[in-house]
């Protein structure tokens, strides 16, 4: 099967799990999966399923980065901090859609691998950093929309005190070795809506910076 025959098939899979939004579809169409997957892994990058990456973690599968991009709302001058960097594929997506893009991981050699790979793709609104996600980035806060790619019990705080109000953030909650749930946080004038989404299953949110490796 040919590349074109492949990225038809990958398009597919995505809007037959519920990954509708044109937007967001065009960027997974521009964005290739295969860079940010290294090794062994990479002939399997238009398959919908996670993958392993470096540090024990995973790149989530295509339809749930399509879902959780979709929910976010992004508009086109949105600002998004994005919890949880790992190979880079969810900041890539996101910056086809949003005007700038903050990505924190709290492991140093997948922000460096990350990073060398938003250079090879000519990606300059994205900007990664090693940091404990849970506490954001409070030096650019606040922000149009925050993504979390790991499992927290609840929304952390300070993630929460740095969406705007009419902001939406978009994670995953819930105990690491029980059924997680996505959820959507829209900030308004009056407090903050929750909308559970779908069931998933993500690492944990895990505080603090790792040693580098």
């Known amino acids: ?3 074109a025959e492949l990225k038809m098939q990958f398009l597919y899979a995505l809007r037959s799990r519920g990954v509708t939004n044109a937007a967001v579809l065009t960027a997974m169409e521009q964005i290739d999966r295969a860079p940010f997957i290294r090794g062994y892994f990479a002939e399997r990058a238009y398959e919908d399923m ?7 973690q995973t790149i989530s599968q295509p339809s749930v980065v399509g879902l959780m991009t979709q929910a976010l709302e992004i508009s086109p001058r949105d600002t998004v901090l994005e919890v949880g960097t790992g190979s880079g594929y969810q900041a890539a997506i996101l910056s086809q859609l949003a005007r700038r893009v903050y990505t924190v991981d709290r492991h140093p050699r997948l922000v460096r691998e990350a990073r060398e790979v938003f250079n090879q793709l000519g990606l300059t609104n994205v900007t990664a950093f090693t940091a404990d ?32 109000v009419g902001g939406i953030m978009v994670l995953p909650v819930g105990q690491s070795d029980a059924v997680q749930h996505l959820i959507r946080v829209r900030r308004t004038p009056d407090g903050l809506d929750y909308d559970e989404l779908r069931p998933v299953r ?10 580098d490796g």
């Open 1 to 3: 099967m040919d590349d």
């Open 133 to 164: 996600g849970s506490f954001g980035l409070p030096d650019q806060a606040p922000f149009d929309r925050i993504l979390v790619t790991a499992a927290a019990e609840d929304p952390p705080g300070p993630l929460l005190a740095q969406l705007k």
């Open 50 to 56: 996670p993958l392993p990456i470096a540090c024990g």
């Open 202 to 211: 993500f690492v944990p949110l895990v505080e603090g910076v790792a040693r």
